[in-house]
Structure formats: C-alpha cells, structure tokens
C-alpha cells in the first residue's frame, strides 16, 4: 500500500515561498493524480490544485492562479507544491492527497506539513 | 467556486442516525456522480469515508452510507458511535475540472 510522506514543519515570512514535498513510500504515483489541500487553524480544507506526474498536467483552482505551482519529479517519486508571496493568512496545514483507479476522491492522504507565515 | 453547504453541527446520542447534507449546484453536486465523503479527527488528517456518491471504500463500516439528489447530497451515520465525533466533510468534482470541498460539518455524540 502506497503511503504519501511529506516534508517536514516550516517557518516563513511574509512575501516569501514555501516548496512542500510529497513522496510515494512504498510504490510509485502510477497514473493517479496527486492533489493538494490548505486547511488554515480551525477552518475547513480548501482544494488548491493537482497534478498527473505521469503526463506532467497541472491544474490550479481559481484562487490559487499565479501563486500556486505545483510539480512533479516520476525518478523520485515526489510531488511539490510551492506557495508564493505567502501572507499570514496562508499560515496552515497543507495536504497532499491521491486519486487512485480512476476514482475522483482522495483515498490517500499524508500526514500533512504546518506552514506558519509570520514576521 | 463557493465552497458547498453543510451544517456547521449535528448531533446524536450513541446508538441513533443522523444525516449531514451537502448542498451544491448544477456545476458540481448536480452534475457528477463523484461526491465523496471525509471524517477528520483533531490533529488527524481526512479519511475517505464515501465515493462516487454511495461506496464505501474497504475497511469502512457499514455504518456509514451516502446518498445524492439534485445538487444535494447526504451522508448518514447510523447506529452512532462515540469515535463517529469528528469533522466530516463532502467533496465533488465541478465543471471546471477542479475539486471543490464543503463548509464541514461537527458531528457530536451526546
């Protein structure tokens, strides 16, 4: 069973970048899209973009357009996400999720990497 | 892309049902079949508790069982448990091709 580990705490500040990696342990992404999620303290989880590593597709939500990348690297089995000009209010836990058997929900999640932007 | 509507609580005591609705529009819950449904408990991250609207992924309890009409989809938990207390959450896919996730909802066993 593939399981998705993501890199560690970070500490940014305001207008700065955060890059955010995740890692198939275990096996490879395959086909599967890997999405990403914010989920700010005490608030729900937001759907920010993802990517097929396969065929090097991403697709960002609307919201997230100019600021958010996210990329894939198959040799390493690692999928990242950077932030751009981060502002406190992009302090939050960030997710990396997979689809998997063609199924558009997120069966696999990692554990989740905090970003705190502040000054 | 609005997030979709949940009760921001529901509550039950052990042992009964309860159901949390999700409410979309034409663009997302209505349109596709792919409305999934997540438990998140405090520090944890979200699990995957329904797909494409009604499945249950392996391992889930029986317990657990969705439905879907028109732009508004539900997930029922019957027979309540007290390790059912967590934040749920629906999502669906949307014309855009992007994933938009519901408002969450806090699920108290009384």
């Known amino acids: 069973q593939v399981q998705l580990v993501q890199s560690g705490a970070e500490v940014k500040k305001p207008g700065s970048s955060v890059k955010v990696s995740c890692k198939a342990s275990?096996?490879?992404?395959?086909?599967?899209?890997i999405n990403w999620v914010r989920q700010a303290p005490g608030q729900g989880l937001e759907w920010m973009g993802s990517?097929?590593?396969?065929?090097?597709?991403?697709n960002y939500a609307q919201k997230f357009q100019g600021r958010v990348t996210i990329t894939a690297d198959e040799s390493t089995s690692t999928v990242s996400m950077e932030l751009s000009s981060l502002r406190s209010d992009d302090t939050a836990v960030f997710y990396c999720?997979?689809?998997?058997?063609?199924?558009?929900?997120?069966?696999?999640w990692g554990q989740g990497t905090m970003v705190t932007v502040s000054s | 892309q609005s997030a979709l509507t949940q009760p921001a609580s529901v509550s039950g005591s052990p042992g009964q049902s309860i159901t949390i609705s999700c409410t979309g529009t034409?663009?997302?819950?209505?349109?596709?079949?792919?409305v999934s449904w997540y438990q998140q408990h405090p520090g944890k991250a979200p699990k995957l508790m329904i797909y494409?609207?009604?499945n249950r992924p392996s391992g889930v309890s029986s317990r657990f069982s969705g439905s879907k009409s028109g732009n508004t989809a539900s997930l029922t938990i019957s027979g309540l448990q007290a390790d059912d207390e967590a934040d749920y959450y629906c999502?669906?896919?949307?014309?855009?091709?992007?994933?938009?996730f519901g408002t969450g909802t806090k699920v108290t066993v009384l």
């Open positions: 034409s663009s997302d819950v209505g349109a596709y079949n792919s």
């Open positions: 494409e609207v009604s």
């Open positions: 999502s669906s896919s949307t014309s855009s091709s992007t994933y938009v």
């Open positions: 999720a997979r689809e998997s058997g063609g199924i558009e929900a997120f069966g696999i």
């Open positions: 990517i097929i590593p396969i065929i090097d597709i991403a």
């Open positions: 275990g096996g490879t992404f395959s086909s599967s899209a």
